[in-house]
């Protein structure tokens, strides 16, 4: 079975950074897209950043200038580098992948002190 696993995150303080990572295992076909989603207590779950095969990245404003995402040589293992992190980030990161249909990581907490 396809599964997704997160790593990376942890407590913080503000203005500093943290690199999420998720790798994807159970296939040997590549993924099409990859990217992030957080969810914040009481909040809907939101976009955060997205990357394609081809390696066109998409982001939220919210964090644009400050995440960049990547994929490594693997392609089936992306990444989100975090700068200048914002007490507002703090949420539980998950990973999504799609091929065929869309996989979900567990999520890793990410919480940022001001």
């Known amino acids: 079975q396809v599964q997704l696993v997160e790593s990376g995150g942890g407590p913080v303080q503000a203005g500093q950074s943290l690199r999420l990572s998720c790798t994807g295992s159970g296939t040997s076909m590549r993924f099409n897209a990859m990217g992030w989603y957080r969810q914040a207590p009481g909040k809907q779950r939101e976009f955060v950043a997205q990357i394609s095969r081809g390696g066109s990245a998409d982001y939220a404003d919210f964090v644009k200038g400050r995440f960049t995402i990547s994929r490594d040589s693997s392609e089936n293992t992306v990444s989100l580098q975090m700068n200048s992190l914002k007490p507002e980030d703090t949420a539980v990161y998950y990973c999504?992948?799609?091929?065929?249909?869309?996989?979900w990581g567990q999520g890793t907490q990410v919480t940022v002190s001001s």
């Open positions: 999504t992948a799609t091929f065929a249909q869309r996989y």
